[in-house]
């Protein structure tokens, strides 16, 4: 390669000296030089765009103002700016297992992702509000308080534990989510893993379906 | 000079009065215009990028007066038309009205557009808007075959590339054809809307077939011989359809074989190949080779291409000044012509326009598109299509960042899971990005 690129460059010299009388010559190696410089590597790009700038892009897919209409996608407005920055690089990083976000992710700088992380830190969450019946999201409320409460604080609904808002998210998300954490897709702290299989030991599925019904229920 | 394009000899020629208006327009630090009074912005088209681009012009500034001059009072979505097609959704779920536009403040005009001034727009109405800059985001217009038209399209051979009557058209001739009918699709050739589109209904039609009318075909003349997501997709039609066996469901004809349509006739309900060969078919739906929207050319704004060269950065046109083009009608080097990347291409033109209007440079951009196609309902089976881009340094082109996007992988067993759930994304994908678009 880069003996390629000295026989060019010397090439281009010899042209260059000569470039009065060898004018269609020199077009020719100018050329050759275009796409010598072409597949030389990709294009420098513009970087720098803002936050907001970054985040337009996001909304798309994940609502206006990043409040998600739902149910497989989650709102992503009002996340701390550390858990949203954590959230990116993991999937940046193939660290969780995606169908589209990895490839996605990929796009953007540390910087970057910073930037629409403050972004989005600074935009209200609108909750889901979805239904349900009283009785489960009475249960799911309990259960929330039993194995998650230590974390994910006041129901799910605090963004400064760093662990992501839950009340009010999206119950298809949540599945999602869940499953990940239940099958490795997702990194798991050893804390969580134990909390979920207790849960499930001592109130199975249901259980974990009643806490997933009683955050969704939030707005 | 609406009916051609603007040069510089045009330029030079406009009255005096005009040529200071169109001369402060031309430089980008001039004075805030909307410090002098309030800077008016037309939009030519409400569907995904003008509506889109309405929105975010308005959410950039405020005092920015926006007018949205749209010819329908609904729109419906050309994407996940084929779950209407494929009986998966009704009709009504594609519609979109302009109410949550009007409730930002920005006055939605039902007009249709007849040409475009240096600083306003005229409409069908007699109505005349002025404007210190213009987007238009007119979408496609169709080249037909021989024997194909628009008036024929509404009435027998579908194109269904702009969805509403002929979605629903197309939809009921399938429901009532013939068990043991064929079904014939011509895809279009390269540069069209939505470049998966016709494979995603080849897949949900033959779904709709297989659940429904099992001993049907459905026949794909494309004058390609690859297309968008192809490996995914001849995969698919393999898993679910029989795709390369004696009992498939799709039969492709590619452009090597001959699969180039050349002609149609309605009245036999065949379509000749640039083969010579002639196929039969119970339902045909031939989607044309595209151009720029029917007001583009008007407007001048259109190159020998038939689409609207335009500045990456701003999306303002080469050819005039102060005009912006979006979405499938410009030629955005680099991004496909698909619905998020009009909605993409729309925000950067909004950001560039807020800028420019405030008397400030337009600031560094970034663009995305993400697609996704359902290959199968049952089972659930959708994949999908993704890549953030910026723009090059020379502004030549817009470049996927390196290492950032492509394809689903493959469908292994293990991503049968994640592709069953990219078919909720994908409707999750379609709350979003259309309440994005029309804040409905």
Redesign the interface.
């Known amino acids: 390669m880069q003996l390629k690129t000295f026989a060019i460059s010397a090439l281009s010299v010899a042209i260059i000296v000569g470039c009065v009388v060898l004018q269609p010559a020199e077009e020719k190696v100018a050329l050759v030089l275009t796409k010598a410089a072409a597949k030389s590597g ?9 936050g907001a ?2 985040a ?9 103002d990043g409040n ?6 989650p709102t992503i407005a009002g996340m701390s700016k550390n858990y949203m920055v954590e959230v990116m690089e993991e999937f940046r990083d193939d660290e969780t ?4 976000m990895g ?2 992710a ?3 700088t540390d910087d ?1 992702i910073k930037a629409m992380a403050a972004y989005y830190a600074g935009i209200p969450f609108n909750g889901a509000g979805q239904g349900g019946d009283a009785a489960t999201i009475a249960t799911g409320k309990k259960l929330q308080k039993k194995y998650c409460g230590t974390c994910h604080h006041d129901g799910g609904a605090d963004a400064d534990d760093d662990s992501g808002i839950l009340a009010g998210q ?1 119950p ?1 998300y949540l599945h ?1 989510t869940l499953q990940d954490f239940a099958n490795g897709d997702r990194a798991i702290s050893q804390k969580m893993k134990k909390k979920i299989a207790q849960l499930l030991a001592e109130e199975g599925q249901a259980g974990l379906d009643a806490i997933i019904t009683y955050l969704s229920s939030q707005r | 000079m609406n009916k051609k394009q603007f040069n510089r000899r045009d330029f030079l020629k406009v009255s005096g009065a005009t040529l200071v208006t169109v001369a402060t327009g031309f430089s980008i630090y001039t004075p805030s215009a909307s410090a002098k009074a309030k800077a008016r912005v037309v939009v030519v088209g409400g569907g995904m990028g003008g509506a889109t681009a309405a929105r975010y012009i308005k959410k950039g500034d405020p005092k920015i007066d926006v007018t949205l001059i749209e010819a329908n009072p609904i729109y419906h979505t050309c994407f996940m038309s084929n779950f209407v097609i494929a009986g998966e959704r009704k009709l009504d779920y594609l519609a979109h009205g302009y109410a949550g536009l009007i409730a930002e403040g920005i006055n939605v005009v039902i007009d249709t557009v007849i040409g475009i001034d240096d600083n306003a727009v005229k409409t069908r109405g007699g109505k005349s808007y002025a404007f210190d800059r213009c987007v238009v985001s007119p979408g496609i217009d169709f080249k037909f075959v021989e024997g194909h038209s628009e008036e024929l399209a509404n009435t027998s051979i579908t194109h269904a590339w702009k969805a509403g009557k002929q979605t629903q058209l197309l939809r009921n001739q399938l429901m009532s054809m013939k068990d043991g009918g064929v079904v014939i699709i011509g895809p279009p050739g390269d540069v069209f809307r939505c470049p998966p589109g016709p494979y995603e209904r080849t897949s949900l039609i033959a779904g709709y077939l297989k659940k429904n009318k099992p001993k049907s075909k459905v026949l794909v003349l494309d004058p390609k011989d690859k297309f968008s997501k192809f490996g995914l997709f001849m995969e698919g039609w393999k898993t679910h359809y029989g795709y390369g066996s004696d009992n498939s469901l799709i039969t492709w004809v590619n452009g090597e074989e001959g699969g180039a349509i050349e002609k149609v006739s309605a009245s036999d309900m065949t379509v000749t190949s640039v083969a010579e060969k002639d196929f039969k078919g119970d339902v045909i739906n031939i989607i044309p080779e595209q151009k720029a929207g029917a007001i583009a050319f008007t407007a001048g704004l259109t190159d020998d291409s038939g689409w609207c060269p335009v500045d990456l950065h701003t999306f303002e046109s080469t050819i005039r000044k102060n005009i912006h083009v979006i979405g499938d009608a410009s030629q955005a080097k680099g991004m496909p012509k698909s619905g998020y990347a009009a909605s993409s291409e729309a925000k950067v033109c909004a950001a560039g326009i807020v800028a420019l209007l405030n008397g400030e440079a337009p600031g560094s951009p970034t663009y995305v598109n993400t697609c996704y196609s359902l290959i199968s309902f049952e089972p659930k089976d959708a994949i999908s299509v993704a890549a953030v881009y910026k723009l090059a340094e020379d502004k030549s082109k817009i470049v996927k960042v390196p290492g950032s996007g492509g394809l689903t992988p493959g469908g292994d067993a293990r991503n049968a899971t994640y592709r069953a759930r990219a078919a909720e994304y994908a409707l999750g994908w379609y709350e979003n990005i259309t309440s994005n678009t029309f804040n409905d």
């Open positions: 990709p294009p420098k790009l513009i970087s720098g765009a803002s700038m970054l337009n892009s996001c909304e798309g897919c994940h609502g206006s998600s209409q739902g149910p497989a996608m297992k995606s169908t589209i490839r996605i990929k796009g953007y970057e999206w298809t999602y």
